[in-house]
């Protein structure tokens, strides 16, 4: 392990993500009629599928860093 906060600064942010997807799907899952009625479904699930592409790409990009020994 090189640098534990240098680490942290890029896992939280991370981490905080991921929740921020959570919390994201369960408001359209609930709200999918709603949505759907006015017209703007599609633009929440493209938006969710975004959001959960930059998690994974992050987190990715975060394993590779790490066994590079650049963290």
Known sequence: MKNNKLRLVWIIPNVFMY???????TFVIKHAKELKEIGSLSIWVWMLLLLLFVC????????????????
């Open 19 to 25: 929740l921020m997807f959570a919390g994201f799907s």
């Open 56 to 71: 994974i790409f992050c987190s990715v990009r975060i394993r590779v860093w790490i066994k590079e020994g650049k963290m």
